[in-house]
């Protein structure tokens, strides 16, 4: 019964063999495991003169030396002795296995670069290989298993390395950040162009985001640096209406700094975090001090507003002003004329999706900035595989 089990083994391995190659290979020399000639046993050096992926080369002395100690036991005995004999296999699924990967390794460990793709392929094929151990019963003290077991492992840290090279992730992050910058800047000029009467703004020679910091008032500008005295003067009627506040926050919050000043460094970037902070942490500490002799919930909200005092003080911001348009006058609003009867419904109904659209801006700007900004930093420092393992 063994020996008939044993008989049916060989062929039911190179199906299986095949149908795996055929699911995780794409290369049509490499498909053809089970009717080619080519996988046939060959030398049990490396083969390679000189190599650039230690891991694949590691591998490949793995495969050789499992063909060097690989040996068929006798079950015949003489004179009570059981009688081991050696057989050099050739032809049957593990030589072809064992071969097929020695030449992947083989063409692969002398490269500079390995494909990620191809990398995944060779691990997903020994990956399902384990997967099949009462195909493959072990008589060597070194299996075939094993062997393919410590190939995996050599592969995944191979894998590892092409992750940390490889810079796919920065690049589409860096892409997703370049298309929201235009989406925010073109939202932006809308605001503070299209429903108003702000002709300061022709005098303008951008709308851009990082041209209107130079025509910042000083109070609060994000980056003094920036400033342009003739631009101010321009525009310092426009931005005391409640279009041009409206605007002026949204372009001084640390998110858009941090979205469109992105080329500066952490300390630079710091600085003006500090910058747009610094006078609300002095207006609120009073009210820090007055919540602190409360015996519920000041450590809690404390700790939020630290940490979120830039976005509570906009937010707090857009609330007034848009108070200011539901009840105030609107001679100062900045908003075109065809946009100011505080009678007409559906003109009030204009100024409430200007105030909608500037709040979506403001948690726009606050998601990207603080979740896809940081992605793609560590994306470009540390790879695919930083993104991966902070994912």
């Not at 190179?14 to 000639?37: C, E, M, R, Y």
Request: glycine share 6%; proline share 4%; aromatic share 6%.
């Amino acid at each position: 019964m063994r020996r008939a089990f044993t008989s049916q083994l060989p062929p039911q391995q190179i199906d299986t063999l095949q149908q795996l190659v055929t699911k995780n290979l794409s290369d049509p020399a490499l498909q053809a495991f089970a009717g080619s000639d080519d996988f046939v046993v060959t030398s049990t050096e490396r083969g390679v003169q000189r190599w650039e992926q230690a891991h694949l080369v590691a591998a490949l002395d793995v495969l050789n030396t499992y063909q060097r100690e690989r040996r068929a036991r006798s079950a015949c005995q003489l004179g009570g002795l059981r009688l081991a004999r050696s057989k050099e296999y050739k032809r049957d699924p593990r030589t072809r296995m064992v071969e097929l990967l020695k030449r992947w390794l083989r063409s692969n460990a002398g490269c500079a670069s390995v494909a990620e793709d191809e990398v995944r392929g060779i691990c997903a094929l020994c990956r399902d290989i384990l997967n099949h151990p009462a195909l493959f019963p072990a008589r060597n003290p070194r299996s075939f298993l094993q062997s393919v077991a410590e190939v995996y492992d050599h592969l995944q840290l191979q894998l590892k390395e092409v992750l940390d090279r490889d810079r796919t992730c920065a690049e589409l992050a860096q892409r997703v950040l370049s298309l929201s910058r235009n989406l925010i800047a073109d939202a932006i000029a809308y605001l503070i162009v299209a429903p108003t009467d702000l002709r300061q703004t022709d005098s303008l020679p951008s709308l851009e985001v990082v041209a209107l910091w130079q025509s910042l008032p000083d109070e609060g500008h994000p980056l003094p640096g920036r400033v342009d005295p003739a631009l101010q003067k321009v525009m310092c009627d426009a931005w005391d209406s409640t279009c041009g506040r409206f605007v002026a926050a949204l372009v001084s919050t640390p998110w858009c700094v941090r979205m469109f000043n992105g080329s500066r460094s952490e300390e630079g970037e710091q600085a003006a975090l500090e910058l747009t902070e610094g006078a609300s942490m002095q207006r609120s500490a009073s009210a820090h001090i007055h919540r602190r002799s409360s015996p519920v919930g000041w450590d809690a909200e404390v700790t939020a507003s630290d940490r979120r005092l830039g976005a509570a003080e906009v937010r707090s911001l857009i609330a007034s002003l848009s108070q200011q348009l539901e009840t105030g006058s609107l001679r100062a609003s900045g908003f075109a004329g065809a946009f100011r009867d505080p009678q007409d419904l559906g003109q009030r109904q204009v100024r409430r999706r200007y105030v909608e659209l500037v709040e979506l801006l403001l948690d726009l700007m606050y998601l990207l900035s603080e979740v896809l900004v940081q992605f793609h930093r560590v994306g470009d420092g540390l790879g695919d595989y930083g993104m991966i393992r902070m994912s």
